[in-house]
């Protein structure tokens, strides 16, 4: 199976930007379709978005439309979420994985904690 590590959540202010990097290793990385979830402690995983394994095809949860672009580089094994205009709601553990079949999303990093301040 692939592993990932997730990296740059941070603090920000409400407005503001950040990247998220996820990082991959082992298997066929660019074979598959990657996402990006996310969960608020007490409440239900969410997702965000996802890319297909070429980067051509991007899907996005209605609430980051517009705010959010998920991008990857299978030469460096790694998926991106540019994540813009953030807002107090889109405080949380941001986790990637990869896509293994319909809804089927396995290989769970540890996560990278994401906290806007309004």
């Known amino acids: 199976q692939v592993q990932l590590v997730e990296s740059g959540g941070g ?6 930007s ?3 990097s ?3 290793s082992g298997r066929t990385f ?4 990657m996402g ?3 969960r608020v402690p007490g409440k239900e995983r969410e997702f965000v978005a996802t ?3 070429s980067g051509r095809v991007t899907n996005y949860a209605d609430s980051v439309k517009g705010r959010f672009a998920i991008s990857r580089d299978n030469a460096k094994g790694t998926v991106y979420l540019q994540m813009n205009n953030l807002k107090p709601e889109d405080t949380a ?3 990637c994985a990869v896509q293994y079949g319909t809804n089927d999303f396995r290989s769970w ?3 990278t904690q994401v906290t806007v301040s309004s």
């Open 18 to 20: 950040l990247r998220l």
């Open 11 to 16: 603090l920000v202010q409400a407005g503001g």
């Open 109 to 111: 990093g540890q996560g």
């Open 36 to 38: 990006w979830f996310r």
């Open 22 to 24: 996820c990082a991959a």
């Open 30 to 33: 660019s074979a598959y379709t």
């Open 93 to 95: 553990v941001y986790y």
């Open 51 to 53: 890319i297909n394994w």
